[in-house]
């Protein structure tokens, strides 16, 4: 028997042998590592859908709304929508949720149904109420998906794939390998019949050397060169060909360690300067560096607060216990504001300069304003227990906000800017805040905003007031999230008394508030209101329009 078949006999089996471990390693790793991709891509959807869930019951729990028919038909319409959203660009992907009796609550494939042989299974995980990996029919499809148990509205909510689909790129791997393998295979036979023929002990040096390399991953290992002929030729080649690799190798390792660093570097960068920019203001930057956020003019909500008499109680504490209560104070407000998708401004002294609708802006910023307003002032309740159990004196704010167009944008110099808004209605709503005081109101806002959320919460109309800076009236109201049988008393009557008020019957609208301050004394917007009309009745205006003017805050 010839050398080169002898060699190829003793060759060929291993090098088949290796081929097949590789290629059966190669598609266990490609096939579990895309199973677990998928089953991690199906894993973050439904923890993503589950906190989405989580998250729109926790606002109806937040504002009382839990037990409200047409909030729960709300919040389930919005994971439904949620769901919609994250199917976006899958013919075959469905997220659907079903019930105690097998009915479909929500899906995001109108067509879907269950089929009475599909219902035993269903009702199985329904059961079990566990988020686990399965594999079901549905609507006559065999479908590969992971699902949870909504506790709140008694679903089990499913995101699901094709199984096709799921394991169609397992089965491409599979023919590859195949395909692969047998190339190999053939390829192998050939060259070992024309290499055999010239096999010397230096090309076993070769394939030994080629073997430590790939059992160390050590490319400094090199063949010792030692004839000049064919193998020799090979030799110098491979050793060449292992230096190149290693030089290849080292590059790629020095790129990712930069890029670790400049992740680091730009992470750092955040951290730094998201205590005094707003986070989304940053991401923007990152994203399009060039366009610096420069001055546009938009429709915003603004919001003013300030802490009542703060000199006063600040001439009463040491700097620091100061410091120290502004300090929880400040962070309590602005989880708020931030809850609400707004962005803090500045701090002004004691005060908190907000706005809602920039730099992104959302469909329900001119509410989600009032509603920060309202759980600012709710939230000082529980931040004065705090200041009581600490001996600290209470805080008493007020609020105010506006609704309109102002430029916001980078604003400043080349060495010192501040992302903020400027505008008529900035000053409008630092007036308004000032306003609260003199009506005895925590919050005031303008009458944009009243006509966006008076659907929502009721509102008392406070009057017409010119503030400084304006040239014409504009009224102005409070708000609440719920009245009490008295306050509903007590606002059906103010709102009587204003179109006596606005038409100069001052006698009539002051014995109207009259009858409020009866009922309650310390009602601030009557009492000041009753004590205005008293005084115009008894020196009328000159020219009355029905505005009453503030030339200071």
């Known amino acids: 028997m010839r050398i080169q078949s002898k060699i190829t006999l003793v060759v060929l089996p291993i090098l088949i042998a290796t081929l097949a471990i590789s290629g059966v390693s190669a598609y266990f790793s490609a096939t ?318 004691d005060a908190i300069m907000a706005f809602f609708g920039a730099p992104i802006k959302h469909e329900r910023d001119a509410v989600e304003s009032v509603y920060a307003g309202l759980e600012m002032t709710e939230k000082v309740v529980e931040f004065n227990r705090e200041q009581a159990k600490l001996g600290k004196p209470s805080f008493r704010i007020g609020v105010g906000i506006t609704y309109g167009i102002v430029t916001v944008g980078n604003i400043g110099t080349e060495k010192k800017m501040d992302y903020t808004v400027i505008g008529d209605k900035v000053n409008t709503a630092s007036r308004l805040e000032g306003l609260t005081k003199k009506y005895g109101q925590q919050m005031l806002i303008s009458e944009g905003l009243q006509m966006k959320v008076k659907d929502l919460l009721p509102c008392r109309e406070m009057g017409k007031v010119r503030v400084k800076g304006r040239t014409v009236g504009e009224k102005i109201f409070t708000v609440k999230r719920t009245l009490t049988p008295k306050e509903k008393e007590i606002w059906g009557m103010h709102n009587a008394a204003m179109p006596l008020y606005y038409t100069g019957d001052f006698k009539g609208a002051a014995d109207k508030f009259a009858e409020i301050l009866k009922i309650e004394p310390e009602d601030g917007a009557a009492k000041h209101l009753h004590a205005v009309c008293r005084e115009y009745a008894k020196n009328p205006p000159a020219q009355w329009n029905g505005v009453e003017k503030f030339d200071t805050k």
């Open 32 to 349: 579990s590592g895309i199973s677990r991709i998928a089953d991690n891509l199906l894993s973050f959807k439904v923890e993503t859908l589950r906190k989405f869930a989580d998250s729109q019951w926790g606002l109806l729990v937040d504002n009382n709304f839990s037990t409200d028919p047409r909030m729960l038909e709300a919040a389930r319409a919005a994971v439904g929508s949620y769901a919609m959203s994250i199917t976006t660009g899958s013919l075959t992907e469905l997220v659907f949720a079903y019930d105690k009796e097998l009915n479909v609550a929500m899906t995001t494939d109108p067509s879907l149904s269950i089929r009475d042989g599909e219902k035993p299974l269903l009702k199985k995980y329904f059961d079990g109420k566990k988020s686990v990996l399965a594999q079901f029919p549905l609507n006559g499809i065999d479908r590969v998906g992971m699902g949870f148990y909504f506790e709140p509205f008694g679903w089990y909510v499913y995101v699901a794939e094709q199984k096709q689909t799921f394991y169609q790129d397992v089965d491409s791997i599979t023919w590859r390998t195949g395909i692969i393998l047998a190339v190999s295979v053939v390829l192998a036979v050939l060259l070992l019949f024309l290499i055999a023929r010239v096999l010397t002990k230096p090309l076993t040096r070769v394939v030994g050397t080629m073997r430590d390399i790939i059992t160390d991953a050590d490319l400094s290992k090199r063949v010792a060169v030692e004839f000049q002929d064919e193998t020799g030729e090979l030799a110098h080649t491979f050793n060449i060909m292992v230096g190149e690799l290693e030089k290849a190798y080292n590059h790629i390792k020095k790129y990712a360690f930069e890029a670790v660093l400049a992740q680091k570097r730009e992470q750092k960068i955040r951290n730094i300067f998201q205590k005094y920019v707003p986070q989304e203001v940053i991401n923007q930057l990152f994203e399009n560096p060039e366009a610096e956020l420069i001055g546009d003019n938009r429709v915003l909500a603004i919001l003013f607060s300030d802490i009542r008499d703060f000199t006063t109680i600040s001439e009463r504490l040491p700097p620091d216990e100061v410091v120290a209560s502004l300090n929880r104070y400040f962070s309590v407000m602005v989880d708020v504001i931030l809850s609400h998708k707004g962005i803090v401004d500045k701090y002004i002294g």
